[in-house]
């Protein structure tokens, strides 16, 4: 499975972004769309993530801020982030569940998501 982020850049505060995601390869069964980031020297951490019949879930941090969305017809999932903050700045990755012989995590290479001040 190959797994392809889009969409990020640099943005002043207040601005907009909407990441994309496209999977590809041996998709036949996919769960779970997650949007993870990771910040210079902090953990990675769930920012959305939704679910193969629609469900969402988002962290306090960007709740109100944040839709994730996904089409199934392109094994693709979206992330709209909107009021952005300097502290929203770091790498996005997408996380793709896929079932084979039990579900199996794919990760992107990451896309910069910058936000100055």
């Known amino acids: 499975v190959q797994v392809v982020e889009s969409g990020g850049g640099l943005v002043q505060a207040g601005g907009s972004l909407r990441l994309s995601c496209a999977a590809s390869?041996?998709?036949?069964?996919?769960?779970?769309f997650g949007w993870y980031r990771q910040a210079p020297g902090k953990q990675r951490e769930l920012v959305a993530a939704?679910?193969?019949?629609?469900?969402?879930n988002y962290a306090d941090s960007v709740a109100g801020r944040c839709t994730i969305s996904r089409d199934n017809a392109k094994n693709t999932v979206y992330l709209q982030l909107n009021s952005l903050k300097p502290e929203d700045t770091a790498v996005y990755y997408c996380?793709?569940?896929?079932?084979?012989?039990?579900?199996?995590?794919?990760w992107g290479q990451g896309t910069q998501v910058t936000v100055s001040s």
């Open positions: 390869g041996s998709t036949l069964s996919i769960g779970v």
């Open positions: 996380n793709v569940q896929t079932f084979r012989d039990g579900w199996v995590d794919n």
């Open positions: 939704i679910g193969s019949g629609g469900s969402t």
